[in-house]
């Protein structure tokens, strides 16, 4: 069972759109993280989190934005949605210490329209 | 920058065969090494985790081997069933442990 949460599952939406991807987690783990992944293709870090009220940018470059004002909520924003962000979006977490175990959500899939 | 390669990109097995999944790194100043598995649609379940100082894990019929120096590691499972159809992914630790790289993955399907 999962003890990260992502919402919604699907979402489909029209360009210009302002929207926010969910993600939470109940393991109070403090490392969180947003991957993108296109159907078939590698996953890429667009943003992580060491804890509340950081957020640093991943190595794979984003127009979205993250926000961590909760330990359990890591919130992902797109301001205005455009057809090249038609992706799988995937929510993460460690519990921070060196090299744990990485649990993922079950991902958001987006289509832009 | 680390690189990680997962060769094959995708298998075909009948069921009840022992089959080797590889993933090599470029840069071996790893902290450890995770395989995952990812169903279609949905995220990744961990499976095995291999830290720098040790050369295999065991879970079930899953083993996984390590061998950092020449940068290489091999995900072993047995006896495989259907239910095993699925893309496996390799990932990476830098050394400082706060950056996961990750491989594009083998889709292995296994037919009853």
């Known amino acids: 069972e999962a003890d990260i949460y992502q919402t919604p599952r699907y979402l489909v939406i029209g360009t210009g759109k302002k929207i926010t991807l969910e993600c939470s987690q109940t393991?109070?783990?403090?490392?969180m993280y947003w991957y993108q992944q296109d159907p078939g293709m590698e996953l890429h870090l667009i943003h992580y989190s060491y804890g509340v009220n950081s957020t640093e940018k991943g190595d794979l470059s984003s127009e979205s934005t993250v926000s961590r004002i909760r330990t359990e909520h890591f919130p992902l924003t797109l301001e205005s949605a455009r057809p090249s962000h038609t992706s799988q979006y995937l929510c993460?977490?460690?519990?921070?210490?060196?090299?744990?175990?990485?649990?993922f959500g079950n991902g958001t899939r987006l289509t832009v329209t | 920058k680390q690189e990680v390669t997962q060769i094959p990109a995708a298998l075909s097995v009948p069921e009840g065969e022992n089959l080797v999944l590889n993933c090599s790194f470029t840069?071996?100043?790893?902290?450890?090494l995770q395989w995952f598995r990812q169903d279609p649609g949905k995220g990744l379940t961990s499976l095995l985790l291999i830290q720098s100082s040790q050369r295999e894990q065991t879970s079930g019929r899953l083993n996984a081997s390590l061998d950092k120096s020449s940068g290489r590691s091999t995900l072993y499972i047995a006896a495989s069933q259907p239910g095993d159809s699925a893309t496996y992914l390799c990932a990476v630790y830098n050394n400082a442990g706060n950056m996961l790289t990750f491989g594009g993955g083998t889709r292995l399907m296994v037919k009853p």
């Open positions: 840069d071996s100043a790893i902290y450890n």
């Open positions: 993460a977490s460690d519990q921070g210490a060196w090299g744990s175990p990485l649990h």
């Open positions: 393991m109070g783990h403090d490392k």
